[in-house]
């Protein structure tokens, strides 16, 4: 389980107060006690998506199908000074990206950590 604090739900809130969905986000992660998969979980049902593993599993494989959009380089670096609102941007622009999971995602990948997150696809870029 990969737990979210109140102090950094604070901080991500002032980073996307200008973002209803994900505002939205943040509020169900708080309502999950800060249980990062089960929230994100709950969004993606409400998203209509059906996921069909466990919780942890299943975010986890999200982020990892959007590894090679998340870790180019122009936005990694805002990634790895905590800085998701670019990021968040650019998922949100794409027509097959959940909008809705594009907060629990980036969190998640910034409690992995960034650098550790993208090693798979440093070393292919090699």
């Known amino acids: 389980m990969t737990t979210v604090t109140s102090k950094e739900i604070a901080q991500f809130r002032s980073l996307l107060a200008d973002d209803p969905q994900g505002m939205e986000a943040l509020d169900l992660i708080e309502d999950c006690e800060g249980d990062l998969e089960d929230a994100a979980m709950t969004l993606a049902i409400r998203a209509g998506q059906q996921p069909e593993r466990a919780n942890s599993e299943w975010l ?30 650019n998922l949100k622009k794409m027509p097959t990206f959940p909008k ?27």
């Open 60 to 89: 986890d494989a999200l982020a990892k199908k959007w590894r090679a959009v998340i870790c180019e380089q122009e936005y990694r670096e805002d990634l790895v000074n905590n800085s998701i609102v670019g990021m968040m941007a």
């Open 100 to 126: 809705i999971l594009a907060t629990p995602v980036l969190i998640y990948i910034l409690k992995q950590g960034v650098n550790n997150f993208c090693a798979p696809l440093d070393s292919l870029r090699g």
